[in-house]
């Protein structure tokens, strides 16, 4: 059996560190056509094509792979055994979206609750490997996932790489997600790693002392583009407007995993001079989505089928803001069918000057539970303005324990001052209405941040 790309990878990180070095120091000498695998290669020759398929295509495409997925569920997975007849629709008497939209909307709490209901029986071993997510709320969940999905989620990511406009071998500075284990500095600094053309840094080093530090290991590796979570392309930002220390220039900034807020891109990009495009996705596999050259977040169709729904679990039309729920065309090993991912977004109906017939997403929010509660019961998005251009606050986040107030705390700059408190405040009363929120100011070392490093607006600890 041919190696898949996670096979490949597994094997490269496996190696003691000392020969993981001999082979990076080797890596750009190999072709590029031989560090991927034969499958990979064949999905990005796939996805360059689909991306400028016909919306007519585009539903042919789905609707083959959507009746291939309800069909295996149908016949392997317990909890759908008796939801769906798999005859039916091997013999197209039945439409396989119609199917779907008779399903129940699953979450993550019901799934996790319900783990034998959901894995197929008898799929071979070599074929799949275990996903452990953490979430925005620190819970973990483990699942298993084909290795097939995993190495069409990175044909996408390369696909990606053409709409910004990255090259493969253009130096690469990452801030990386997950906390690193084996730090390399031998004199205090915060940890890094250095493998192939690649820096990867520490997404939770990000003080001044630790962002000084990375600057001048940036400086010297002087990287042509990032990838970062937006607050740590935030924070990087504005220390190297403060200091002047920077000396690098990116070409390109890549943000995912947390919400990039429209003034904050336009903050980063006027500093660096260069574009900041955004990516959305879930560890689940099912649902991806990219900027393309103009800024405009397209979904991966070939990937699953997102729908948009209301509290009823009803599609609202287009332009309305919604529940992401998606079901991933890969998943079958444990099927994600109408998974509800906590996100909330908007569906645009508009064309894009790109010609992808790919889908739109005029917004998403990666958090659909950041909310505030007011007296009145009153239910509002999270104030993602409220504190812009308040000098002095380097992070914030809101904390709500209790309808009609809140705790916010403040890690602050060196130049914070009571003024402001004082103009977040009066932001707030002009949002919501004086006294309709009791707000406690707090002043802390570090916020709140996920086992991953990801750090979000709002922290809701109100009961169910």
Same mark, same amino acid.
């Given at each position: 059996?041919?190696?898949?790309?996670?096979?490949?990878?597994?094997?490269?990180?496996?190696?003691?560190?000392?020969?993981?070095?001999?082979?990076?120091?080797?890596?750009?000498?190999?072709?590029?056509?031989?560090?991927?695998?034969?499958?990979?290669?064949?999905?990005?020759?796939?996805?360059?094509?689909?991306?400028?398929?016909?919306?007519?295509?585009?539903?042919?495409?789905?609707?083959?792979?959507?009746?291939?997925?309800?069909?295996?569920?149908?016949?392997?997975?317990?909890?759908?055994?008796?939801?769906?007849?798999?005859?039916?629709?091997?013999?197209?008497?039945?439409?396989?979206?119609?199917?779907?939209?008779?399903?129940?909307?699953?979450?993550?709490?019901?799934?996790?609750?319900?783990?034998?209901?959901?894995?197929?029986?008898?799929?071979?071993?070599?074929?799949?490997?275990?996903?452990?997510?953490?979430?925005?709320?620190?819970?973990?969940?483990?699942?298993?996932?084909?290795?097939?999905?995993?190495?069409?989620?990175?044909?996408?990511?390369?696909?990606?790489?053409?709409?910004?406009?990255?090259?493969?071998?253009?130096?690469? $500075?990452?801030?990386?997600? =997950?906390?690193?284990?084996?730090? %390399?500095? &031998?004199?205090?600094? *915060?940890?890094?790693?250095?493998? +192939?053309?690649?820096?990867?840094?520490?997404?939770?080093?990000?003080?001044?002392?630790?962002?000084?530090?990375?600057?001048?290991?940036?400086?010297?590796?002087?990287?042509?583009?990032?990838?970062?979570?937006?607050?740590?392309?935030?924070?990087?930002?504005?220390?190297?407007?403060?200091?002047?220390?920077?000396?690098?220039?990116?070409?390109?900034?890549?943000?995912?995993?947390?919400?990039?807020?429209?003034?904050?891109?336009?903050?980063?990009?006027?500093?660096?001079?260069?574009?900041?495009?955004?990516?959305?996705?879930?560890?689940?596999?099912?649902?991806?989505?990219?900027?393309?050259?103009?800024?405009?977040?397209?979904? $991966?169709?070939?990937?699953? =089928?997102?729908?948009?729904?209301? %509290?009823? &679990?009803?599609?609202? *039309?287009?332009?309305?803001?919604? +529940?992401?729920?998606?079901?991933?065309?890969?998943?079958?090993?444990?099927?994600?069918?109408?998974?509800?991912?906590?996100?909330?977004?908007?569906?645009?109906?508009?064309?894009?000057?790109?010609?992808?017939?790919?889908?739109?997403?005029?917004?998403?929010?990666?958090?659909?539970?950041?909310?505030?509660?007011?007296?009145?019961?009153?239910?509002?998005?999270?104030?993602?303005?409220?504190?812009?251009?308040?000098?002095?606050?380097?992070?914030?986040?809101?904390?709500?324990?209790?309808?009609?107030?809140?705790?916010?705390?403040?890690?602050?700059?060196?130049?914070?001052?009571?003024?402001?408190?004082?103009?977040?405040?009066?932001?707030?009363?002009?949002?919501?209405?004086?006294?309709?929120?009791?707000?406690?100011?707090?002043?802390?070392?570090?916020?709140?941040?996920?086992?991953?490093?990801?750090?979000?607006?709002?922290?809701?600890?109100?009961?169910?």
């Amino acid at each position: 059996m041919p190696l898949s790309q996670y096979d490949i990878y597994s094997f490269y990180r496996s190696l003691p560190a000392p020969l993981r070095s001999v082979l990076d120091a080797g890596y750009y000498l190999v072709p590029e056509s031989m560090k991927r695998s034969r499958s990979l290669k064949a999905y990005l020759a796939e996805y360059r094509e689909t991306q400028w398929y016909t919306q007519e295509q585009l539903h042919e495409y789905q609707t083959q792979r959507l009746r291939t997925l309800l069909t295996y569920a149908a016949r392997a997975v317990p909890f759908y055994k008796e939801l769906i007849d798999s005859s039916a629709l091997e013999a197209g008497e039945s439409e396989p979206w119609l199917v779907l939209r008779q399903l129940p909307v699953v979450d993550k709490a019901f799934l996790k609750n319900r783990m034998g209901d959901f894995s197929a029986a008898s799929f071979p071993q070599e074929r799949k490997y275990e996903v452990t997510t953490s979430g925005s709320t620190g819970s973990f969940f483990k699942f298993p996932q084909t290795k097939e999905a995993f190495e069409r989620q990175e044909a996408l990511t390369l696909r990606y790489l053409d709409w910004f406009g990255i090259q493969r071998r253009w130096r690469h $500075a990452i801030f990386y997600r =997950a906390i690193m284990k084996h730090p %390399k500095s &031998d004199y205090g600094g *915060p940890p890094y790693e250095r493998f +192939r053309n690649r820096l990867f840094l520490s997404q939770f080093h990000t003080d001044d002392a630790g962002l000084a530090y990375y600057v001048e290991m940036l400086n010297d590796f002087q990287p042509e583009y990032f990838t970062l979570f937006p607050t740590t392309a935030l924070m990087l930002t504005r220390h190297c407007k403060k200091f002047g220390t920077a000396t690098f220039k990116p070409k390109v900034i890549m943000c995912y995993s947390e919400n990039l807020y429209e003034h904050h891109r336009q903050e980063i990009e006027e500093f660096w001079g260069c574009k900041v495009f955004n990516r959305y996705g879930a560890s689940e596999g099912c649902v991806s989505a990219g900027d393309c050259e103009h800024q405009h977040l397209h979904l $991966a169709s070939e990937l699953g =089928a997102t729908e948009l729904l209301g %509290k009823d &679990d009803r599609p609202l *039309p287009l332009g309305t803001e919604g +529940r992401v729920v998606v079901t991933g065309f890969h998943t079958e090993v444990f099927p994600f069918i109408r998974y509800d991912t906590g996100d909330r977004g908007v569906l645009s109906g508009s064309p894009c000057a790109c010609g992808r017939m790919l889908p739109t997403l005029d917004y998403v929010d990666g958090r659909g539970d950041d909310m505030i509660y007011t007296k009145d019961g009153k239910c509002v998005a999270a104030l993602r303005d409220f504190a812009i251009d308040t000098a002095g606050i380097r992070l914030m986040q809101i904390i709500q324990e209790k309808k009609g107030s809140a705790v916010i705390n403040i890690v602050p700059e060196k130049d914070y001052s009571d003024e402001a408190i004082q103009q977040i405040q009066e932001n707030i009363d002009e949002r919501l209405g004086a006294g309709h929120l009791d707000v406690t100011f707090r002043i802390v070392e570090d916020v709140e941040r996920s086992p991953s490093g990801k750090i979000r607006l709002v922290i809701s600890r109100l009961p169910e």
